[in-house]
């Protein structure tokens, strides 16, 4: 490879909102275990972001989102992991199944006036405005410390081609 920069790990995050209520689950292990969050994971090889973050709401809520389109890309630098991570993030509002716990996540709705975000990703709150509204964003944030935020960019963007 010509560029020494290091390859991002492609991940998903996508969130079901539906009347006025946005259906989170709280990470019982791995990274970000203890807090809530979207649902999703690493892109398998030979996936698409879309079909990843299908199959990882499906692994962790049991639940098809049948209408899922992409809202922004956000880039996570950590100081303590080697590769940033790369998260493309999705929106749904209709599925098929119920959702239901698993070893990885409980799920729960939120309304959307009370999002627990003293209880998420400390980024969230900066980029669920645009989300929520239905735009699009694009952006990176750097961390220390794992969930302490030193610098972030975070723009909207007509496209995320
Ligand atoms: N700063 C951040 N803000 C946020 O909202 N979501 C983040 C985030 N940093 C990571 N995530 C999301 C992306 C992805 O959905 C999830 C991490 O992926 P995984 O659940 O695959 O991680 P794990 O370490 O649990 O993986 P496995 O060990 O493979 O299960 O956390």
Redesign the pocket.
Known sequence: MASSAVEPKI???LMVVQDGKVLLGYKK????EGMW?GF???VEPGETPTEGALRELREEACIDATDATERGVVT?VYDDKPRP?Q?HIFHASQFTGVPTETD?MRPAWFDLEAVPFDK??P??ELWYPMFLAGKKFSGT?WFTNTTTIVRHELREVESLE
């Open positions: 991940l998903t995050l292990r791995g990274f970000g969050n999703g994971g690493k996570f991570m998260v990885e998420m990703w980024d969230d944030f």
